[in-house]
Nanobody
């Protein structure tokens, strides 16, 4: 079983910062991409940022220069971070961690997509 557990959301004033974390655990052979998506109050899903195993990153235009995605592997725990600076009210959303993970055994071995439980980020004065 593979799990993605997120933390770090909350309420922050405009211009403030938050750091989200997401740790993948379980029977993991390898991880290709780790990413952050968000569901806006208008119920739209948006890719915020992604990082592949080689370290290349991709950002939504709306967050470029303000958000930074990074990942680490310590003691077989794979974690992806999203450092969010200069937050704006339009960044308010539920943020979801996403990962493409090779896992499984036998005929079930393959690459699967996993999601975290979501964490609320609210930017308001």
């Amino acid at each position: 079983q593979v799990q993605l557990v997120e933390s770090g959301g909350g309420l922050v004033q405009p211009g403030g910062s938050l750091r989200l974390s997401c740790t993948a655990s379980g029977s993991i052979f390898s991880i290709y991409t780790m990413a952050w998506y968000r569901h806006t109050p208008r119920n739209e899903r948006e890719l915020v940022a992604a990082i592949i195993s080689g370290g290349s990153t991709n950002y939504a235009d709306s967050v470029k220069g303000r958000f930074t995605i990074s990942r680490s592997r310590i003691n077989d725990k794979n974690t992806v971070f999203l450092q969010m600076n200069n937050l704006k009210s339009e960044d308010t959303a539920v943020y979801y961690c996403n990962a493409e993970i090779r896992t499984g055994t036998g005929d079930g071995f393959g690459t699967y997509e996993f999601w975290g439980q979501g964490t609320q980020v609210t930017v308001s004065s």
